[in-house]
């Protein structure tokens, strides 16, 4: 099982650090890193992310510069980008496609993106390997579950993570560290999926310490590290230093 | 498959509108469809609304007509729809008090609301006072500034109101707080949006709850005129009292006009005309008109009034446009403040600077050979004193 997903904010602390930070997710064995791209208006963040995005667009981190800066890398884990829809719809799915061909993204998290509101821009993408990631929230019932992931399928298990996965919102809000997240909800959510589908499940929201990120593993699911990671970035702190610790279980 | 809304989600040729927010919401606003709905059809709902909307509100409100004002700009008859005399003072306490009656139904009982210019907010405060619901209002830091009246009413209301530091201080980033606050709170609070924007049913239902201004002034026109006027404009911000007038005149033929905020420039930056050099794109859940960059960023925007100064246009009212049903024109900070004087001096009425920007176009209109006109006359100007003030050198 992949034991974590890192978040990453493009641009944050710098683009020229991109290639870097990537190659030190993969030499820790990591199986996909989500890459945020910076937007002007973002619903779904918190605090932390919003600053993170607001720092990269100063520093001229628009859509087409990120992925052009990505373009040619291979010493990476698979990318999810985590992005708003505006900017995806503005640059067009052909153009989209073309940025994205040389990059090792191999997925799109769409966070304003329910399925069913741009179908064919949807199926264009899916077609040409960049399929959606399935998101779950506190708030989504089984039956819809259910619906979102026959809509967001499952490619099969010879596909890569990035692409099987389903993100699990571990709680009602936006992203950021919170205090002390309240596991049992969660926890029974994760049970109640896992009976539901054979696809891997990431856990994220509000999720930063050892401990918490161990329980999520014990659960049979990967936690995901995100505003905690892109604070202590920007705060001049290593990605293996920062992951490091937190990939072996505390127990 | 689709996400089970059962009401039309989709606006005109180009299907504008849709529900596009995060997954946390996509319950709540399903729960908020099936609540407004089954709110329509219960007669003891609409009781109660049309007796708030009577004894609290004021409604029905006048139609004036303005014959000094009418002579003096060479139009047959002016007519003024006075949402401006409303409890609250602007058209936003119709849909504020109908979607509080609602929150009330579903057992929530905290409303979270954004204000730009401070009306929505306040007329939010003033229901959930009423209705003994807590309320918390974000607003942008630049807004609280130029519109400091209203502040303080919310906070007489017993209003919690939250300053919003992103950005450029002003509605488009209280909507972002706004949109977060209910994420984390959609289990037991409502928000009340407050104009025909965000993602599905939020257009529908507020211009639902607004129509009521172009039904009261549609049959008073032909009561008091004996006929339909030429022309009916309303200002728009994101299309609340401009569909709210505007869309019970759907079927007449005469002239339907929305005036957008034209600011101090025609650059991208200086207005918040949506029709000039806005994109289709999708902010704040819903695909309309967006002033925005060549990267899908959002676009800054200026306007002299806080209520028009938003980059997307609701989508409802931006599809009118498009199919060519509402026709769209612009009006300056300069020219709004010389249309509030107009009505200031010929009629001894203080519009709100939002209204003030359809005031603005009735010259252009009398030079058009327009004969009689049917103005909405949206918010009261008390709030925008200090500006009338300063820009005015009184
Ligand atoms: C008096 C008044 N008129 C108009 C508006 C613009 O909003 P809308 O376009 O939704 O009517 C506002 C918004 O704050 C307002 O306060």
Redesign the interface.
């Known amino acids: 099982m992949n034991p974590l997903l890192p978040f990453l904010m493009a641009g944050d602390p710098s683009l020229e650090a991109l290639p870097q930070l990537l190659a030190e997710a993969k030499a820790l064995g990591l199986e996909a890193v989500e890459l945020g791209l910076p937007h002007s208006d973002p619903i779904a963040d918190g605090p932390v992310l919003q600053a993170a995005a607001h720092r990269a667009i100063q520093r001229g981190a628009t859509p087409r510069r990120v992925l052009q800066s990505l373009a040619g890398i291979t010493d990476s884990p698979d990318v999810v980008l985590f992005t708003y829809l505006n900017p995806l719809l503005q640059l067009g799915a052909a153009e989209l496609k073309r940025l994205l061909a040389p990059t090792p993204v191999r997925a799109l998290l769409v966070v304003d993106l329910p399925f069913g509101e741009e179908p064919a821009f949807e199926a264009e993408l899916r077609a040409a390997g960049y399929p959606m990631v399935p998101l779950l929230a506190p708030t989504t019932t089984l039956d819809r579950a259910r619906q979102i992931l026959a809509e967001r399928p499952d490619p099969g298990p010879g596909a890569p993570f990035a692409q099987r996965f389903a993100y699990v919102v571990a709680r009602l809000g936006v992203t950021g560290t919170g205090q002390g997240l309240d596991l049992k909800p969660v926890s029974e959510r994760v049970a109640d999926l896992l009976r539901m589908t054979s696809r891997p499940l990431a856990v994220g929201f509000g999720l930063s310490d050892p401990r918490s990120l161990t329980a999520i593993r014990r659960l049979g699911a990967t936690p995901v590290i995100g505003s905690a990671l892109v604070q202590e970035l920007a705060g001049g702190h290593g990605l293996r230093e920062v992951l490091a610790p937190r990939l072996v279980d505390d127990l | 498959?689709?996400?089970?809304f059962t009401l039309p989600d989709r606006f005109g040729s180009q299907a504008l509108g849709?529900?596009?927010?995060?997954?946390?919401?996509?319950?709540?606003l399903l729960d908020l469809e099936a609540a407004f709905r089954s709110a329509l059809d219960d007669p003891a709902y609409r009781a109660e609304l049309k007796g708030e909307l009577r004894h609290f509100v004021g409604r029905p409100t006048p139609l004036t007509p303005a014959p000094r004002l009418a002579a003096q700009l060479g139009l047959k008859a002016l007519f003024l729809k006075r949402e401006d005399l409303t409890h609250t003072g602007a058209h936003k306490i119709n849909n504020a008090l109908a979607q509080a009656l609602l929150a009330k139904r579903m057992g929530k009982h905290e409303i979270i609301a954004e204000t730009g210019a401070g009306q929505h907010g306040v007329a939010t405060a003033a229901a959930c006072a009423r209705l003994g619901l807590s309320c918390t209002v974000y607003m942008g830091v630049t807004d609280m500034a130029r519109q400091a009246p209203n502040v303080a009413r919310m906070r007489l209301f017993g209003a919690k109101v939250e300053p919003v530091e992103?950005?450029q201080g002003t509605l488009?980033e209280a909507v972002?707080e706004a949109?977060?606050a209910w994420?984390?709170?959609?289990?037991r609070a409502h928000y009340i949006l407050g104009s025909a924007l965000g993602p599905h049913p939020f257009p529908t239902l507020v211009r639902t709850f607004q129509t009521v201004i172009g039904e009261e002034a549609r049959a008073q026109i032909l009561e008091q005129a004996g006929a339909l006027p030429e022309v009916v404009i309303a200002c728009a911000g994101g299309g609340s009292n401009g569909l709210g007038l505007l869309v019970p005149f759907l079927g007449d033929t005469l002239k339907r006009i929305a005036v957008e905020a034209g600011g101090h420039g025609p650059d991208l930056g200086e207005h918040a005309a949506r029709l000039d050099g806005g994109?289709?794109?999708?902010?704040?859940?819903c695909k309309t008109l967006?002033l925005?960059d060549?990267?899908?960023?959002?676009a800054e925007t200026a306007s002299i009034s806080a209520g028009l100064d938003y980059p997307a246009l609701g989508p409802e009212l931006a599809a009118l446009i498009l199919d060519g049903q509402v026709e769209v024109r612009r009006a300056s900070d300069e020219e709004a403040l010389s249309g509030a004087r107009l009505l200031c001096q010929a009629e001894g009425i203080l519009p709100a600077l939002e209204s003030s920007h359809a005031l603005a176009l009735l010259p252009t209109l009398a030079a058009e050979g327009a004969a009689t006109v049917l103005l909405g006359l949206s918010g009261r100007g008390d709030k925008d004193l200090s500006t009338y003030q300063s820009r005015s050198g009184l």
């Open positions: 498959m689709t996400l089970g849709g529900c596009y927010a995060p997954e946390t919401l996509l319950q709540p992103a950005g488009k972002n949109l977060r994420a984390a709170r959609c289990d994109r289709m794109g999708v902010l704040h859940g967006l925005q060549d990267h899908g960023h959002t």
